[in-house]
């Protein structure tokens, strides 16, 4: 009979635990500095998984009229940006936004994820699109279970009963 030797099975042991303790969690990134610079200047650099190719190319193509702000881009940082989006961007269906502008915060991900949050933030209720209220790694590309924290007196998809 041959043994295994310790340090082998330690790994494979290691290795089976790794994504059970993953679960739930989703992590980004790194993102390229352009990015983080361009789009992180306004808001959270959000990570380009949460969009499908669709939706990025219409957003690059409305930076005119990017939700009521001109976040026009030089051609080349543009041109950069849109082929890193593109490139990380979602094939699955539930990350294709719903409506006329895209929205990460229309995706049927993010609706079952999140229930439906207000456009804007009120007292107690987070807005949709400022991930970083309740993803406290938000900025870093976590978006880990464990690191939530939701504001006093919000319960988690709250918005589903308003």
């Not at 439906?116 to 406290?136: D, I, M, W, Y």
Request: proline content about 7%; aromatic content about 8%; overall charge positive.
């Amino acid at each position: 009979m041959k043994t295994i030797p310790f340090a082998v099975l330690s790994s494979f042991v290691l290795a089976a635990l790794v994504p059970a303790a993953r679960a739930g969690d989703h992590i980004y990134g790194p993102y390229p500095a352009n990015y983080v610079q361009e789009c992180g200047d306004c808001h959270l650099p959000y990570p380009p998984q949460l969009l499908g190719s669709e939706g990025w190319k219409q957003m690059i193509g409305r930076l005119d009229r990017h939700f009521g702000t001109d976040a026009s881009l030089e051609a080349k940082a543009r041109d950069e940006i849109a082929a890193f989006l593109f490139r990380q961007a979602s094939g699955r269906d539930k990350h294709r936004p719903v409506g006329a502008e895209a929205r990460i915060t229309t995706t049927a991900w993010f609706r079952h994820e999140h229930g439906n949050l207000p456009v804007k933030s009120s007292p107690g209720r987070p807005a949709a699109a400022r991930c970083e209220t309740c993803h406290q790694g938000a900025a870093k590309g976590r978006f880990a279970e464990g690191e939530i924290k939701l504001p006093a007196g919000y319960r988690h998809r709250e918005g589903d009963r308003s």
